[in-house]
């Protein structure tokens, strides 16, 4: 049957209702001081979260607030399908557990052996290295930006490949520093692929997924599969809202969709083990090691930490407007997540502020007392500023090409103040930072000789070199 929009709010309505009725095993005081967090997204005209509470092995409190979708005003449930961000790595670094638990792979394998197609750099970048963000690739998003292609264009694995493969360089030595990549994880996602010979979606489906009975979950790396219920993501606009999904086709990084009840199962196995066992648990758990000995808090897709006193094992996700959090505290047997739909939610905060509610009497220090923008020192250097030389203006303008970015940005002299053009970017204003170098946003561009070294974000020292004046 084909459902109109009548009928679909229909359908959505008696879910959320039926969703409602679930029992609670909180106290009502405790649901009404919850419900007191969200309750700016308790409304039909928003988007916001569906929040869950887990605790003992079963799911303690799940509300919807806000709407999944604003143009039906469509509930949020906790059966509602969300895009899941980063919160996906933990599954992708579980798919490589699996792997080499099973003894199909080594997680001191040299990444080439797998990916032949990526450089080699003179030094070997290991699975571990991947899976704890100590390898060194540049990150995929960056490296758009940096493009001046847009973040919500249908990229798929290949695109990042593709990518990455054009790199001539490494951020820093394979396990001498951190530094958060998803184009690490996307490679991981390819690894499992050809280790297993099958999509990392199916991997993920039929070791566990299914296992677990998580029957609303998958790797989304077809955006053109309808998924019934999901909700879109919104971000602010002109005093209202406007959608922010992007639709691309990438997984390993992210790409997960699931639901607040499907998460409760996952979330059990660190418990139970059911998928993987002991061994298996313990491993998702290692945390990484830096080449001088220092111990990461980043271990298998998951943030080892504390809050409060009791030990917690986290990690968020954000991708387009969609905003997520599974925070876990083992020593309670309890843990909080949300999963929002509007990209100036704060997840972490909302996922505390819970957390202070349920686990009250479990903590053993005070709740942090909330931050406090310190106050702008004045710097007596001088400001940046627009103003050129006339004649370093005249000998920066040009078109410079770059090999690792595919791309041709120019730089032109505008009565002494240096624009940049990059492709399916605006006219940008250069401005002067130091001898040499320039900023705009969040980009640095240091001339040389040959042309200049770009800096944004996770990607260092892009090379450009001129092509033409």
Known sequence: MILTPTLFLIAAAAAAHASAALPNTLPDSIVRRIDSVFAAYDRADVPGCAVGVYQNGEIAFEKGYGSANLEYRI??????????????????????????????????????KYLPELPDYGQRITINELVHHTSGLRDFWALVEAAGMRL?????????LDLAARQKHLEFTPGAAYDYSNTGYVVLGEIARRVSGESLARFAAENIFAPLGMTHTHFQDDHTVIVPGRAYAYMPHAGGWRIDVWNNDIVGQGGLMTTVEDLQKWDENFYTGRVGGPRFLARQLEQGRLNDGTVLSYAFGLEVGAYRGLRLVEHTGSTGGYRTIISRFPSAHTSVVALCNASNVNTTTLSRRVADVVLASSFTSPAPAPRIAA?????QASAPTTAVPADEAARLAGRYYSDELAATFSVRDSLGTLLLQRPRAGSETLMVVAPHAFRTGNMTLTFNAAGFTLDVGRARGIEFVRRER
């Open 75 to 112: 509930p949020i449930t906790p059966t509602t399908p969300f895009i899941m961000g980063s919160v996906s790595k933990q599954f992708t670094a579980a798919a490589i557990a699996l792997l080499a638990d099973d003894g199909r792979l080594s997680l001191d394998d040299d990444v080439r």
């Open 152 to 160: 919500d264009d249908t990229y798929a694995v290949a695109d990042v």
């Open 375 to 379: 106050a702008t020192r004045v710097r």
